[in-house]
């Protein structure tokens, strides 16, 4: 079972090293792994994601950070997607 939460905000980084190093240096709001690429990012991850209001992406690669970006951008459009590279 996964865990729930109320963040309306989330960070997708690349993988679980990421995600510690990420929450360890502070990050307060959920972080979860997307895979080394955009085509590993599965669309029922991005079902989850449908009720976040802020999407922060954190991807090795800035061609897999636009191409999840535009996927996210066209699946929930009510969020705010925003790249760091």
Do not use: H
Request: overall charge negative; proline content about 2%; hydrophobic content about 40%.
């Amino acid at each position: 079972m996964g865990i729930k939460s109320t963040s309306v905000d989330v960070l997708i980084c690349n993988g679980e090293l990421d995600r510690i190093i990420a929450i360890q240096d502070g990050v307060k709001i959920p972080v979860v792994t997307g895979g080394c690429s955009a085509q590993e990012f599965k669309d029922e991850w991005i079902n989850a994601l449908k009720n976040m209001r802020n999407i922060y992406i954190c991807l090795k690669n800035d061609s897999d950070i636009e191409e999840l970006a535009d996927r996210l951008s066209n699946m929930i459009p009510s969020a705010s997607i925003y790249k760091i590279s």
